[in-house]
């Protein structure tokens, strides 16, 4: 959290009163109306960053296979070689890997 505001350039002042707030409060949300347990701010920032550093790793390594065409994504257009190769929905926590049904590929996964 301290990184991602000194890199919004926040001041000193401000990034320590984020901090302290996040780190001394718990709050709760209502789940298909429903209030949820009390739960720590902290936690699951930590969590988040967690989750955030995984998906970009997966991310990069996805983009080097392909760069050194260990991986060929699913192309939509072949003329304008618009190619997936993956979707992130961080809401489910799910990474959808698309590519050519083929060999390769399935060795390189």
């Given at each position: 959290?301290?990184?991602v505001?000194?890199?919004?350039?926040?001041?000193?002042?401000?990034?320590?009163w984020?901090?302290?707030?996040?780190?001394?409060?718990?709050?709760?949300?209502?789940v298909?109306?429903?209030?949820?347990?009390e739960f720590?701010?902290?936690?699951?920032c930590?969590?988040m960053?967690?989750?955030?550093n995984?998906?970009?790793?997966l991310?990069?390594?996805?983009?080097e296979?392909i760069?050194?065409?260990?991986?060929?994504?699913?192309?939509?257009?072949?003329?304008n070689?618009?190619?997936?190769s993956h979707?992130?929905?961080?809401?489910?926590?799910?990474?959808?890997i698309?590519?050519?049904?083929?060999?390769?590929?399935i060795?390189?996964?």
């Amino acid at each position: 959290m301290d990184v991602v505001t000194g890199k919004m350039n926040l001041r000193v002042f401000w990034r320590k009163w984020i901090m302290e707030y996040v780190s001394t409060n718990t709050t709760s949300v209502l789940v298909n109306g429903r209030q949820t347990d009390e739960f720590n701010l902290k936690e699951v920032c930590a969590k988040m960053n967690l989750y955030l550093n995984f998906s970009e790793r997966l991310n990069i390594m996805l983009n080097e296979t392909i760069k050194a065409d260990m991986f060929s994504g699913y192309k939509i257009y072949e003329g304008n070689a618009v190619c997936i190769s993956h979707l992130e929905f961080v809401i489910f926590t799910l990474t959808l890997i698309l590519g050519e049904k083929s060999w390769p590929n399935i060795k390189t996964l």
